[in-house]
């Protein structure tokens, strides 16, 4: 038995291991990316082979085996520095800023005032795809060295801790991997479908974009995860702590707040349903105030200038791609508003409350579809839940963004059209699976909602 099932999927697994290694170390960046296209097609086709085959083993081996992968997938992207993203640079800069105890909100890293925490600068012309001018004329790594930190404060306590532990680029992308793999040990606490943790600790995009490139994006995604086993047991305090803890990570943990609704409008709101998000908001403000109080609106760093150089300007609009298929440039933001409302509103009256993760991989997943992100790494957070509902389709979101991220261009509505199109065939499929169920001889008209499936631990 072991034979025909666990051996397979293993050695699978050991070959994606294997693939991703030479992904990593085989020469390409994000200022060559043609020798990564290949490589990353064959990640994802071996991804998807493991975790078929996974199906097939028996459930007792399932958690060792899907725990082993995702230690060996994030050993695996360990192997080189980052390859298409400098933002951990960034991170080590920030955490720098902090351990001299300067608040990380108050200065560019160009400014005079920090030049006794740089170093000599880079060597060499400054031509590479991660080396960038100051204005002082010497040549960092930093990306923007000249505006000053867009990261939210539990995002900027983590680079402290980095700093503190040893500091550098390596320590970045070891604790991306250790939370990439406490992720993967929180979805396999759970006493059914234990399976679907595989879609989250064996993607190669958790590896690529959480401990190769080190995102910062895989500290939200593990305390939204956290924060919503926590409101599926009805504990709203501390899921709003972490959820909370989530946005002020990364703030797309947001997206997922109606998610720890679901269900709200289908029955008289009750004062509690709103707990978590008041939970949540409060601990959002608690985190900032220290640093408004040094800092003031400093705090909001170059967040207005980001969205205007990232195309969310009124006027000059290079997100909305699907949107813009049919409608006005102009009104393509205001769609987006309608469309995301209307799911919220959905997940709402429609949600199921015992699988709140569910309702927040909608919303999350139909938000980044709206807007059409180049960056696939915010993409994380939909992989992590993924790896809670199980609804494989919704990985095609995170893969349009690395499309357009590694080929540019006029790939954004083809990228994101074809994710359209995957979710959309995934939810006709899971349909049609449903309804051939209920035809089946015996089978019940109507099943009752299933009951929670996700047991933290005690002390989560």
């Known amino acids: 038995m072991l034979t025909r099932t666990v051996l397979p999927c293993a050695l699978v697994v050991a070959a994606l291991a294997a693939s991703l290694a030479r992904t990593v170390t085989g020469g390409g960046t994000l200022g060559n990316p043609a020798p990564l296209y290949g490589w990353y097609l064959t990640d994802a086709a071996l991804f998807a082979l493991a975790v078929l085959l996974l199906r097939r083993v028996p459930a007792r081996y399932v958690p060792a085996l899907v725990l082993a992968g995702s230690v060996a997938v994030a050993a695996a992207a360990l192997l080189a520095p980052p390859r298409t993203s400098d933002d951990a640079y960034r991170y080590v800069w920030d955490g720098r800023v902090q351990a001299a105890g300067i608040s990380p909100y108050a200065y560019a890293p160009d400014d005079p005032a920090l030049a006794g925490l740089r170093g000599p600068g880079l060597p060499g012309d400054c031509t590479g795809w991660d080396e960038h ?61 234990r399976w679907t943790a595989a879609l989250w600790g064996w993607c190669p995009g958790v590896a690529v974009w959480a401990v190769n490139d080190a995102h910062v994006d895989v500290l939200g995604a593990l305390l939204l995860v956290c924060s919503l086993g926590l409101a599926a047991r009805g504990r709203a305090v501390a899921g709003g702590v972490l959820a909370g803890a989530a946005i002020a990570t990364k703030l797309i943990p947001a997206l997922a707040l109606p998610g720890a ?35 003031g609106a400093g705090v909001v760093g170059y967040l207005p200038g980001y969205l205007r150089e990232e195309g969310y300007e009124p006027g000059h609009i290079d997100r909305f791609g699907l949107l813009r298929l049919v409608l006005p440039e102009r009104w393509a933001p205001y769609g987006a508003a309608v469309v995301l409302l209307a799911v919220v509103l959905y997940v709402l009256r429609r949600g199921d409350p015992h699988r709140p993760w569910a309702g927040a991989l909608l919303v999350t997943g139909t938000a980044l579809l709206l807007v059409a992100p180049n960056y696939p790494w915010y993409g994380l957070l939909v992989v992590a839940l993924v790896g809670l509902d199980g609804r494989w389709e919704w990985l095609a979101v995170p893969a349009a963004g690395q499309a357009l991220y590694l080929v540019g261009g006029d790939t954004q509505q083809p990228a994101y059209g074809a994710a359209l199109g995957v979710v959309l065939a995934g939810v006709a499929v899971r349909h049609l699976m449903r309804r051939r169920a209920g035809r089946r001889p015996g089978a019940a008209p109507h099943e009752a909602p299933k009951k929670n499936r996700f047991t933290p631990p005690a002390r989560l």
């Open 133 to 193: 001018r100051t204005a002082a004329g010497f040549c960092t790594h930093i990306n923007r060295p000249g505006v000053h930190t867009i990261y939210p404060p539990v995002a900027e306590a983590w680079f402290l801790g980095l700093h503190l532990a040893g500091g550098g680029v390596r320590a970045a992308q070891v604790g991306g991997a250790l939370l990439a793999v406490a992720t993967t040990g929180v979805l396999l606490i759970r006493r059914q479908d």
């Open 261 to 295: 609704m679901s269900g709200m409008l289908a029955r008289r709101p009750r004062p509690r349903d709103l707990l978590l998000p008041a939970v949540a908001l409060g601990s959002v403000a608690l985190a900032y105030l220290p640093h408004v109080l040094a800092s």
